[in-house]
């Protein structure tokens, strides 16, 4: 590939800018990912495929994606034609340089998470504008001349100015990405289960929709395979525990990884550090919260917020390959990813709902006995012990069945976290011989 970096760099107001051409563009170096950072991609030449999250965008000379902080995204550069864009990330801090009331400068990443619009298309003099603008902050940017720093900032609310009122006008219907329905509907099943089975068999059973003729529609609409995006989740998942301190093993486990060497070897490939390194680097300190006294105007109250988080690392069905007339009996693995342990005395219940593949509720099991204290980073395995048939064992047809774990499922713990407290798993039970 010929490219050339017109100009990179990073300023003290927290822009993180860069232009790029290419000659023969190369899709491999752009990878699935995330940052906490805003980011604005700019279309000057060239043709592409932009990915947000579960919407596909088809890119011409023109066209603007927004990336919300979090929101993971790829690029694939068509080949064969040259390419040259412009990419702006900043933080949210930034904003802060804007006096209070006033136009809300990133009004538009936050419209377009309710609105599910990502794309912006200009007109050939309102991208020329914006070029123009962009080179400013480019020339401002590189300058040792005086208070330059307030020019960059002055041409950056500019742009963002301009950038709002262009997404304002569009109709969601312009701007919204298309991908089938079907396949969102996994997506999401996906990022609900990744501490499950996300096997080709396994969704093939749950969705009824061929194995191989999944994997060929994941990658013509993708424009990567099935398994790349689940272990990119999986990683992503992975690293959000390990900077809120959870131990690699667990983070590993509570990820869906079934292998750590397996998991060790994909994080060090593609984050260039071991999982322990990651977490030293970039382990979060607790920030304190500060309230004022209502009786005393002139003191605060330092108080550390620290709650424990429960997430379901696994589903384990006794015996493991039933059959019809079996007595059936499901367990949670619970492992607490927070920072602090569960009360003491306080009942970690999980609940199980099973379900047939019309989503028809079945049957209701529920374990509510363990009262010990889960420390961060333990894990304890729990048995259904009752249910609405006053037993917690569920007799066993035969046929493909759902049953969904879901822990702490009466609210009796505060957590940091209560969206991550259920995870399903398909259950097939053979006709017995």
């Given at each position: 590939m010929i490219g050339i970096l017109t100009f990179d760099k990073k300023s003290s107001l927290g822009l993180d800018y860069s232009h790029y051409k290419t000659t023969y563009p190369d899709s491999s170096q752009y990878n699935f990912h995330n940052h906490d950072t805003y980011e604005i991609f700019i279309m000057i030449s060239g043709s592409a495929s932009y990915f947000v999250e579960k919407s596909s965008y088809s890119m011409v000379p023109g066209d603007i994606i927004l990336v919300n902080c979090g929101e993971n995204h790829r690029m694939v550069v068509h080949p064969f034609t040259s390419f040259e864009s412009i990419k702006i990330n900043f933080r949210k801090s930034i904003t802060n340089t804007v006096p209070q009331p006033t136009f809300d400068i990133i009004h538009c990443f936050k419209d377009k998470s309710a609105r599910?619009?990502?794309?912006?298309?200009?007109?050939?003099?309102?991208?020329?504008?914006?070029?123009?603008?962009?080179?400013?902050?480019?020339?401002?940017?590189?300058?040792?001349?005086?208070?330059?720093?307030?020019?960059?900032?002055?041409?950056?609310?500019?742009?963002?100015?301009?950038?709002?009122?262009?997404?304002?006008?569009?109709?969601?219907?312009?701007?919204?990405?298309?991908?089938?329905?079907?396949?969102?509907?996994?997506?999401?099943?996906?990022?609900?289960?990744?501490?499950?089975?996300?096997?080709?068999?396994?969704?093939?059973?749950?969705?009824?929709?061929?194995?191989?003729?999944?994997?060929?529609?994941?990658?013509?609409?993708?424009?990567?395979?099935?398994?790349?995006?689940?272990?990119?989740?999986?990683?992503?998942?992975?690293?959000?525990?390990?900077?809120?301190?959870?131990?690699?093993?667990?983070?590993?486990?509570?990820?869906?990884?079934?292998?750590?060497?397996?998991?060790?070897?994909?994080?060090?490939?593609?984050?260039?550090?071991?999982?322990?390194?990651?977490?030293?680097?970039?382990?979060?300190?607790?920030?304190?919260?500060?309230?004022?006294?209502?009786?005393?105007?002139?003191?605060?109250?330092?108080?550390?917020?620290?709650?424990?988080?429960?997430?379901?690392?696994?589903?384990?069905?006794?015996?493991?390959?039933?059959?019809?007339?079996?007595?059936?009996?499901?367990?949670?693995?619970?492992?607490?990813?927070?920072?602090?342990?569960?009360?003491?005395?306080?009942t970690i219940g999980v609940s199980f709902t099973l379900t047939g593949m019309n989503n028809e509720e079945l049957f209701v099991t529920w374990s509510d006995t363990y009262n010990k204290q889960l420390l961060p980073g333990q894990s304890v395995k729990l048995t259904a012990n009752s249910g609405h048939t006053g037993t917690g064992a569920w007799t066993a047809k035969e046929g493909v069945f759902s049953v969904l774990a879901n822990v702490d499922d009466l609210g009796r713990i505060a957590e940091s976290n209560k969206d991550n407290n259920k995870m399903d798993k398909i259950i097939k039970v053979r006709k017995r011989s």
């Amino acid at each position: 590939m010929i490219g050339i970096l017109t100009f990179d760099k990073k300023s003290s107001l927290g822009l993180d800018y860069s232009h790029y051409k290419t000659t023969y563009p190369d899709s491999s170096q752009y990878n699935f990912h995330n940052h906490d950072t805003y980011e604005i991609f700019i279309m000057i030449s060239g043709s592409a495929s932009y990915f947000v999250e579960k919407s596909s965008y088809s890119m011409v000379p023109g066209d603007i994606i927004l990336v919300n902080c979090g929101e993971n995204h790829r690029m694939v550069v068509h080949p064969f034609t040259s390419f040259e864009s412009i990419k702006i990330n900043f933080r949210k801090s930034i904003t802060n340089t804007v006096p209070q009331p006033t136009f809300d400068i990133i009004h538009c990443f936050k419209d377009k998470s309710a609105r599910g619009c990502s794309k912006i298309s200009l007109k050939r003099d309102d991208l020329l504008k914006l070029i123009n603008i962009c080179s400013k902050i480019e020339h401002t940017a590189d300058s040792r001349l005086v208070a330059c720093e307030v020019l960059e900032l002055a041409y950056f609310l500019e742009l963002m100015v301009y950038i709002n009122r262009y997404y304002m006008d569009i109709s969601s219907s312009e701007s919204v990405g298309f991908i089938p329905r079907n396949l969102q509907n996994i997506l999401t099943y996906i990022d609900n289960n990744l501490q499950g089975d996300l096997s080709l068999k396994s969704l093939e059973e749950k969705f009824y929709i061929n194995r191989y003729y999944l994997s060929h529609l994941f990658k013509k609409v993708m424009c990567f395979n099935i398994n790349e995006y689940i272990i990119r989740k999986r990683l992503q998942n992975a690293k959000a525990l390990l900077s809120n301190g959870v131990n690699p093993a667990d983070a590993c486990r509570a990820s869906g990884f079934n292998d750590y060497s397996n998991f060790l070897r994909l994080f060090k490939k593609i984050e260039s550090v071991s999982p322990s390194q990651f977490r030293k680097n970039t382990l979060k300190p607790v920030e304190p919260v500060n309230r004022k006294n209502s009786g005393d105007n002139d003191s605060t109250i330092i108080s550390l917020v620290k709650l424990p988080d429960l997430v379901i690392a696994d589903i384990v069905c006794t015996p493991p390959k039933p059959s019809s007339g079996d007595l059936i009996k499901f367990s949670a693995v619970i492992l607490n990813i927070g920072k602090a342990a569960t009360p003491p005395g306080v009942t970690i219940g999980v609940s199980f709902t099973l379900t047939g593949m019309n989503n028809e509720e079945l049957f209701v099991t529920w374990s509510d006995t363990y009262n010990k204290q889960l420390l961060p980073g333990q894990s304890v395995k729990l048995t259904a012990n009752s249910g609405h048939t006053g037993t917690g064992a569920w007799t066993a047809k035969e046929g493909v069945f759902s049953v969904l774990a879901n822990v702490d499922d009466l609210g009796r713990i505060a957590e940091s976290n209560k969206d991550n407290n259920k995870m399903d798993k398909i259950i097939k039970v053979r006709k017995r011989s």
